[in-house]
């Protein structure tokens, strides 16, 4: 277990955050940067050790960023659990925890906001308009504030992660952006803070999605690269649960998010839950080494 001394500071402002990574990288450290909304489950601190294996300095922040959150979505009822992500982080050893408030963060009369193009037209773009726009201004501040030799994104967040990649390097940050492979329970299902949300019928029906992306792995490893057979095995699988109701399900560039492609990325809801996934046809589908 972690003595006191490993306990990560918890950090409340830009301006702290700033002088405290400062510091760091003017003493030669190199400093990692994990972004997160928190609810940290095991798929965070895979991006937690990763980025401490490979840094001097880790910082996770901790922000359930409203601007990414359209009207309707579960802004409201994001699971936030301070005090049980100090004590992850407290176990992992991070050195500061980035926690700022919604006003500090977005003070009013702050109107500008960044956008990386077309990539943000597309599926998850497309079911939520304004998301990425909201994630790409989060991230670009986080970068700002912190000002990281990496940053660190999950390859869950498949389309997210290719976005701040493309944002890092379009607007000069220097930055290296990491991505992740993804972290699934023993059953396939990736892990989400949102799973929590899952009822015990809703849990099981869950399965559809790394089931489809199964359906259409097995497609692609036996030798079929028809991308509208790839897609409609998934959705064969996809529409035979009664409880998922598929927001789209696509094999497409994971470059340009548009097919034909390679990547299998799906989103579907669950009842009231809305859940994505994804999968780089060719790979083993499994819990990553
Ligand atoms: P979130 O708190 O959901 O915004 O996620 C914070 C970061 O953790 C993002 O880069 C996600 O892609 C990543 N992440 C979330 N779930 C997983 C998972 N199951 N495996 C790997 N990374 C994940």
Redesign the pocket.
Known sequence: MADEAHRPALVRTMEEVRARSEAWRCAGLRVGL???????????V??VRRARAECDRTVVS?FV?PLQFGPGEDFGRYPRRLDADMEVLREESVDAAYAPGVEAMYPAGATTRARVAELDEVLEGECRPGHFEGVATVVLKLFNSVRPDRA???????Q??RL?TRLARDLDTGIEVV??????EPDGL?????NVYLGQDERRAALCLVRALTAANDGWMAGQRDTAALRAAMLDVLLAEALARVDYAEIVDEETFRPPGRLAVLAARIGATRLIDNHLLGRPLGQPA
């Open positions: 994990v972004p997160t909304m928190g609810a940290l489950h095991a798929g965070h895979s991006l901790i960023n660190y994104f999950g390859q869950k967040d498949a997210q992660a701040v991505v992740c492979p993804t972290v699934r990736a892990l989400s803070s949102r």
